[in-house]
């Protein structure tokens, strides 16, 4: 879906799918160089808000990464986190002794990021390491060590690329704000 097909429901566009797309391309080469080739890394993608985010950096990886997922639930159907964290779907492999590297949508408040790095880092990793396609420097409630970030966005509440509402707009391609009557 394209921001044009739903104009009345925006305020905005802040991104748009070529800037996304020409990001992540960067983002890729950067990730293959520094695990030298994709060599023992995995990536662990975080649901749902993270699969296009997923999708779209494996494609622009150079060679083959395994990947896996885990959900969390931070979010109620409202615009602001929680701070409660709940794992609603783990791991499949075992990661003791691999390099992990955790994809994100976006990076809020940080409290759900901090809980699940916390939570991979008791597991005996190599290292883990994380990739967020957006971040909101001002809505941070807690400091994250973030390796790759995307772009830094305004602390707005926004939609698209994997990003929801009440589980809609997930399929816009590009990161905007939504209009306040979708809201309020």
Same mark, same amino acid.
């Given at each position: 879906?394209?921001?044009? !097909?739903?104009?009345?429901?925006?305020?905005? &566009? #802040? +991104?748009? $799918?070529?800037? =996304?797309?020409?990001? %992540?391309?960067?983002?890729?080469?950067?990730?293959?160089?520094?695990?030298?080739?994709?060599?023992?890394?995995?990536?662990?993608?975080?649901?749902?808000?993270?699969?296009?985010?997923?999708?779209?950096?494996?494609?622009?990886?150079?060679?083959?990464?395994?990947?896996?997922?885990?959900?969390?639930?931070?979010?109620?159907?409202?615009?602001?986190?929680?701070?409660?964290?709940?794992?609603?779907?783990?791991? !499949?492999?075992?990661?003791?002794?691999?390099? &992990? #590297? +955790?994809? $994100?949508?976006? =990076?809020?408040?940080? %409290?759900?990021?901090?809980?699940?790095?916390?939570?991979?880092?008791?597991?005996?990793?190599?290292?883990?390491?994380?990739?967020?396609?957006?971040?909101?420097?001002?809505?941070?409630?807690?400091?994250?060590?973030?390796?790759?970030?995307?772009?830094?966005?305004?602390?707005?509440?926004?939609?698209?690329?994997?990003?929801?509402?009440?589980?809609?707009?997930?399929?816009?391609?590009?990161?905007?704000?939504?209009?306040?009557?979708?809201?309020?």
């Amino acid at each position: 879906m394209d921001a044009a !097909d739903i104009q009345d429901d925006l305020a905005r &566009v #802040l +991104i748009t $799918e070529e800037e =996304i797309q020409a990001r %992540l391309a960067e983002l890729a080469e950067q990730v293959w160089a520094h695990y030298d080739d994709g060599q023992d890394v995995l990536l662990v993608g975080v649901l749902k808000g993270a699969v296009m985010v997923m999708a779209d950096l494996m494609r622009h990886l150079p060679g083959s990464v395994p990947m896996d997922w885990m959900a969390v639930s931070s979010y109620g159907s409202g615009t602001k986190s929680s701070g409660v964290v709940r794992i609603l779907k783990d791991l !499949d492999a075992d990661i003791t002794g691999k390099h &992990v #590297l +955790i994809v $994100e949508d976006i =990076i809020d408040s940080g %409290l759900t990021l901090s809980w699940i790095r916390a939570n991979l880092l008791s597991r005996s990793p190599a290292s883990v390491e994380i990739l967020t396609l957006l971040r909101k420097p001002d809505a941070a409630k807690v400091e994250i060590d973030t390796r790759w970030v995307g772009f830094d966005i305004p602390n707005e509440f926004v939609v698209g690329y994997g990003l929801d509402f009440d589980e809609g707009y997930r399929n816009l391609r590009e990161v905007a704000t939504l209009a306040p009557h979708v809201y309020s």
